[in-house]
């Protein structure tokens, strides 16, 4: 069985499921699992949307939730971008309030039956979500953070992405690729000659990206196309199988 078989079409981000297709995809699983993205609310430099963790998040969550019987939620929105304040449009909020926001999230999807939750991470910034997620799996909860770095180095190299994790850190060949194939109304000209390296960043939390940017762009973007976007979601819904099998097996996955 696959989440296209029992999923109604999304509008955007949004799915757009009813209470019943929830209930009949539950009925055919032995342990439901819901898919949470997290995005962010950031500058991207001047070609790419402040959306647009948001938008790779709900895109990487649509490719698990057509191949899996997954319970796809909305994306959360604005999360912890404070690298990025010294750009206009830029939103955040306290990691202590992201942290609470996926608990009760998770706690709530429980109250009905939702007993797993895999967060999808857009942003790297959100390091608190590494935290939420060994917290729950130590109280003996079901949860998973990803892409694991592992399941992105495999996607990169499928896709045969040129710029290292490393060097591609924000509105690079990756982002780029990813709306180029998921949302290409929203790229706007100009990236085909954005590209800015600096690989060293070790003062970035102290120093935040303005320390080491002009246009809010570290990476490659002009390397940046559909096909590498496509064949990326591709491998990444691939590696989730190992997470879903993780998740619904009867084995204790909150320990490990």
């Given at each position: 069985?696959?989440?296209?078989?029992?999923?109604?079409?999304?509008?955007?981000?949004?799915?757009?499921?009813?209470?019943?297709?929830?209930?009949?995809?539950?009925?055919?699983?032995?342990?439901?699992?819901?898919?949470?993205?997290?995005?962010?609310?950031?500058?991207?430099?001047?070609?790419?949307?402040?959306?647009?963790?948001?938008?790779?998040?709900?895109?990487?969550?649509?490719?698990?939730?057509?191949?899996?019987?997954?319970?796809?939620?909305?994306?959360?929105?604005?999360?912890?971008?404070?690298?990025?304040?010294?750009?206009?449009?830029?939103?955040?909020?306290?990691?202590?309030?992201?942290?609470?926001?996926?608990?009760?999230?998770?706690?709530?999807?429980?109250?009905?039956?939702?007993?797993?939750?895999?967060?999808?991470?857009?942003?790297?910034?959100?390091?608190?979500?590494?935290?939420?997620?060994?917290?729950?799996?130590?109280?003996?909860?079901?949860?998973?953070?990803?892409?694991?770095?592992?399941?992105?180095?495999?996607?990169?190299?499928?896709?045969?992405?040129?710029?290292?994790?490393?060097?591609?850190?924000?509105?690079?060949?990756?982002?780029?690729?990813?709306?180029?194939?998921?949302?290409?109304?929203?790229?706007?000209?100009?990236?085909?000659?954005?590209?800015?390296v600096a690989d060293d960043r070790r003062h970035l939390l102290t120093l935040g990206m303005s320390g080491y940017t002009d246009s809010g762009?570290?990476?490659?973007?002009?390397?940046?196309?559909?096909?590498?976007?496509?064949?990326?979601?591709?491998?990444?819904?691939?590696?989730?199988?190992?997470?879903?099998?993780?998740?619904?097996?009867?084995?204790?996955?909150?320990?490990?």
């Amino acid at each position: 069985m696959t989440g296209s078989q029992t999923r109604s079409a999304g509008h955007g981000t949004l799915p757009a499921d009813t209470t019943e297709d929830v209930r009949t995809r539950g009925a055919g699983v032995s342990r439901q699992v819901a898919v949470l993205p997290v995005g962010s609310f950031e500058q991207h430099g001047p070609f790419l949307p402040l959306a647009t963790d948001t938008l790779v998040a709900c895109a990487v969550a649509r490719e698990i939730a057509a191949a899996y019987p997954v319970h796809l939620l909305p994306p959360v929105t604005i999360s912890c971008s404070h690298e990025h304040a010294a750009w206009p449009g830029t939103v955040s909020i306290s990691s202590v309030t992201l942290h609470a926001v996926i608990r009760d999230i998770a706690a709530s999807l429980r109250r009905s039956g939702v007993e797993a939750l895999v967060v999808v991470n857009g942003h790297g910034g959100n390091y608190v979500l590494g935290n939420v997620v060994q917290e729950s799996s130590a109280r003996g909860e079901r949860m998973a953070l990803f892409p694991a770095a592992e399941d992105w180095d495999t996607a990169l190299e499928r896709a045969g992405v040129v710029t290292s994790p490393l060097t591609d850190m924000h509105a690079g060949e990756i982002e780029t690729s990813v709306l180029l194939h998921a949302h290409p109304e929203f790229v706007r000209p100009g990236y085909e000659s954005g590209d800015f390296v600096a690989d060293d960043r070790r003062h970035l939390l102290t120093l935040g990206m303005s320390g080491y940017t002009d246009s809010g762009v570290i990476g490659r973007p002009s390397l940046g196309s559909a096909e590498k976007g496509k064949a990326l979601l591709a491998s990444l819904a691939e590696s989730f199988g190992a997470y879903f099998s993780l998740l619904t097996s009867d084995g204790d996955s909150g320990r490990g």
